[in-house]
């Protein structure tokens, strides 16, 4: 079942009014600390396969390379679909590192070194191609991956442009240094059974410089809802918004719908957990981190540290205007109270993840008068038109100067 919350941050004007309307509240039958947020947890598999149980329509990659499957006393990036594809590392200069997106791990690359993977079997017609990067170069234009076969013609993409091996199609002017989940879908070469050598990252005149946590490879064509469920799967893990698209689990259930919230989908981040993919979500921020939440009390320096849980198919997704939620405007109550609002964020929940204990964390930039009078209220009823008997709120604790929390 779907259950939409909206979730502004409030500040009444005096202590007094607060405890008026606490006792209002009281008397509308409101619920105090309740939960609010929903999360998850699965399993934390380094380097295995990862399809725990098959679904029906779902198409699997035929390579599937994923930071936290490497070993840096290893130059081998392992293949986590089951066909051993491995990614192995050549480095003419540069170091490699471990780092993190979303709190999850992530490979980090200091130019001059590629991954290179073995060809790939043709099976249809076409093949796909997704890459989960984030670049440290908000100038340059750069190489993500190669596909050199055997005429030795390229086909390959950068951070801005795609090539099919004749001549280059731009798809962003940016030069984006958050999150970004990429998916390219390319005919195989001509007269061709097989891909050609595969290079991820590159040592020629771009090289890459950054982040990079997964890449995956599909030697046949994906359907658009198939095409979907993985970027969803890719874009919650690593916080990265998906533009103007809905998100969906690998049962194909919408778990965020973005024609229904359209004024919320600026930036959307995501908890849960869904064991065809072996996602295991349970914090997560948005790309600037202003916004971060997560299952239980506190914050963990990564996801695996995190061992709180919740059920398989359970997903909480966030969504909000990032650039609103320092913005002012003013809320009236039912029972006449004026607040003094911050940002409106939206809550979509799926399954049985309502009764997790979490946490939402805001840093503040500007909010006027004490920052411990502000609340955190909930309207349950998914209008946004916070009617007494719908809405509940809670008290923040700060962190610091300029940081609120909020546990339910």
Same mark, same amino acid.
Request: with cysteine.
């Given at each position: 079942?779907?259950?939409?919350?909206?979730?502004?941050?409030?500040?009444?004007?005096?202590?007094?009014?607060?405890?008026?309307?606490?006792?209002?509240?009281?008397?509308?039958?409101?619920?105090?600390?309740?939960?609010?947020? *929903?999360?998850?947890?699965?399993?934390?598999?380094?380097?295995?396969?990862?399809?725990?149980?098959?679904?029906?329509?779902?198409?699997?990659?035929?390579?599937?390379?994923?930071?936290?499957?490497?070993?840096?006393?290893?130059?081998?990036?392992?293949?986590?679909?089951?066909?051993?594809?491995?990614?192995?590392?050549?480095?003419?200069?540069?170091?490699? @590192?471990?780092?993190?997106?979303?709190?999850?791990?992530?490979?980090?690359?200091?130019?001059?070194?590629?991954?290179?993977?073995? =060809?790939?079997?043709?099976?249809?017609?076409?093949?796909?191609?997704?890459?989960?990067?984030?670049?440290?170069?908000?100038?340059?234009?750069?190489?993500?991956?190669?596909?050199?076969?055997?005429?030795?013609?390229?086909?390959?993409?950068?951070?801005?442009?795609?090539?099919?091996?004749?001549?280059?199609?731009? @798809?962003?002017?940016?030069?984006?240094?958050?999150?970004?989940?990429?998916?390219?879908?390319?005919?195989?070469?001509?007269?061709?059974?097989?891909?050609?050598?595969?290079?991820?990252?590159?040592?020629? =005149?771009?090289?890459?410089?950054?982040?990079?946590?997964?890449?995956?490879?599909?030697?046949?064509?994906?359907?658009?809802?198939?095409?979907?469920?993985?970027?969803?799967?890719?874009?919650?893990?690593?916080?990265?918004?998906?533009?103007?698209?809905?998100?969906?689990?690998?049962?194909?259930?919408?778990? !965020?719908?973005?024609? =229904?919230?359209?004024?919320?989908?600026?930036?959307?981040?995501?908890?849960?957990?869904?064991?065809?993919?072996?996602?295991?979500?349970?914090?997560?921020?948005?790309?600037?981190?202003?916004?971060?939440?997560?299952?239980?009390?506190?914050?963990?320096?990564?996801?695996?540290?995190?061992?709180?849980?919740?059920?398989?198919?359970?997903?909480?997704?966030?969504?909000?205007?990032?650039?609103?939620?320092?913005?002012?405007?003013?809320?009236?109550?039912?029972?006449?109270? *004026?607040?003094?609002?911050?940002?409106?964020?939206?809550?979509?929940?799926?399954?049985?993840?309502?009764?997790?204990?979490?946490?939402?964390?805001?840093?503040?930039?500007? !909010?006027?008068?004490?920052?411990?009078?502000?609340?955190?209220?909930?309207?349950?009823?998914?209008?946004?038109?916070?009617?007494?008997?719908?809405?509940?709120?809670?008290?923040?604790?700060?962190?610091?100067?300029?940081?609120?929390?909020?546990?339910?």
């Amino acid at each position: 079942m779907e259950i939409k919350y909206f979730l502004p941050i409030m500040r009444t004007f005096s202590n007094i009014q607060k405890n008026k309307m606490l006792k209002s509240c009281k008397l509308l039958s409101c619920k105090f600390f309740i939960t609010f947020l *929903l999360i998850s947890d699965v399993l934390y598999l380094s380097g295995q396969n990862l399809f725990i149980s098959d679904i029906v329509g779902v198409t699997k990659p035929v390579v599937w390379l994923r930071a936290d499957s490497l070993s840096l006393d290893t130059d081998i990036l392992r293949d986590v679909s089951g066909n051993s594809n491995h990614g192995n590392f050549i480095s003419e200069k540069g170091g490699l @590192y471990f780092d993190t997106i979303n709190y999850n791990k992530a490979v980090k690359i200091d130019g001059g070194i590629k991954i290179q993977i073995p =060809s790939i079997s043709k099976d249809e017609s076409r093949f796909r191609i997704f890459t989960v990067y984030q670049s440290i170069d908000s100038t340059n234009e750069q190489n993500l991956w190669q596909v050199i076969d055997t005429t030795k013609t390229q086909i390959s993409q950068t951070t801005n442009n795609t090539y099919d091996g004749i001549s280059p199609s731009e @798809y962003t002017k940016s030069h984006f240094t958050i999150p970004v989940v990429t998916s390219h879908s390319q005919p195989f070469p001509r007269n061709q059974d097989e891909l050609g050598e595969i290079n991820l990252g590159s040592s020629d =005149s771009l090289p890459f410089m950054g982040k990079i946590a997964e890449f995956l490879i599909f030697n046949k064509n994906l359907t658009n809802k198939t095409r979907d469920q993985w970027e969803s799967y890719l874009a919650i893990k690593y916080g990265a918004t998906l533009k103007e698209r809905s998100y969906y689990s690998s049962t194909g259930d919408s778990v !965020w719908s973005y024609y =229904s919230s359209k004024n919320y989908s600026g930036t959307i981040i995501g908890i849960g957990r869904d064991d065809f993919f072996g996602l295991n979500q349970k914090q997560s921020h948005s790309y600037n981190n202003e916004i971060i939440f997560g299952i239980g009390g506190e914050l963990f320096p990564t996801n695996e540290d995190n061992t709180e849980q919740i059920e398989n198919q359970s997903y909480v997704m966030l969504g909000t205007e990032i650039e609103k939620i320092n913005e002012s405007s003013q809320q009236m109550l039912e029972n006449g109270f *004026l607040l003094t609002k911050y940002g409106d964020y939206k809550i979509q929940t799926s399954n049985n993840a309502n009764d997790i204990s979490t946490f939402l964390i805001i840093k503040t930039n500007g !909010w006027e008068g004490d920052l411990e009078r502000y609340n955190l209220f909930i309207d349950r009823s998914g209008e946004g038109e916070y009617q007494n008997s719908a809405i509940s709120f809670f008290i923040a604790d700060k962190l610091d100067d300029t940081t609120l929390i909020f546990r339910d």
